[in-house]
C-alpha cells in the first residue's frame, strides 16, 4: 500500500478479512472506514491496543461474566472496548455506556457500534469520568471499567467518590515518560494499593515492548 492506495481499498480489505474470519467487529470497522474515519483509529485499532483489550475481555470472562447492570466504560475513546465486549459470546452484558470527555470520541464510537445503537445497547456520551454520580445512575451500573486510571491526577480521590461495593475493572501502567501520564504505577503491588479494592477476583500484570499495563477486577 502506498500513500496514493484509495481508501475503498482498506474498506475492501477489511470486508475480505470480516468475510474470512467471520469477526462481525471486522465488518464494523469496514464500516466505520468507508463512511469517514478520524485520521489516529489506526492507533486505537493497532495489535497492542486489540491485545490489551482481548487480555481485559479474557480475564472478564472468568472473574465477572454476567454484570448485573450496564458496563460503563470511562475514558472509551472510540469505543473500540465496548465492541469487543459486546461480541464476546462469553460475556452477558445488557449495555455498554461509553464516556469520554473528548466531545470528538461518542459521534465515532456509536457509528462503529451503530448495530448495538440501533438494538439499545450501546449509547457514547460526552463526560469528564471524574465529575459523574454512580450513585445516582438509573439502572444502577453492573460493572464500571476505567483503563485509563493513569491519565487521572489523583486515583484514590476518584475512587473515594464512587459507591461503596460498586464492581470495578481498572487498568494503569508504568509508562512514566508519556506526558499525558499523572498517576503511573511502579508495579502490580504499587497499584493494589492506589486502588484499595475491597475484594479482588483478578489481579494481573501483561508487559509490553515499552512498559507493562496492570489490571484489577474487583469491588470499590
Ligand atoms: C489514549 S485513550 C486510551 C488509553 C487507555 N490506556 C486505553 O488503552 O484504553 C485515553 C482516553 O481517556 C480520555 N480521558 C482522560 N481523562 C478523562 C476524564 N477525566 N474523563 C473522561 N475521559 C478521559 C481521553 O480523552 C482519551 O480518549
Known sequence: MTRDTPPDAFYDILRGVAALTGNAVVADLARLVADEMPPDLWIAFNHKQIGSKRWLVDALAQAMPQPQGPVWMLGAWYGVLGALLLADERLAIPAVVSLDRDATCAPVAERLNRRHVASGRFRAITADMTT??????????????????EHLDDVPGWLATLPPGLPLLLQSNDYFREPDHRSCVGSLDDFKAQAGLSDLLFAGAQPTKNYTRFMLIGRR
Open 132 to 149: 459523574l454520580d454512580f450513585a445516582a445512575q438509573q439502572p444502577r451500573p453492573g460493572l464500571v471499567i476505567n483503563t485509563s486510571c
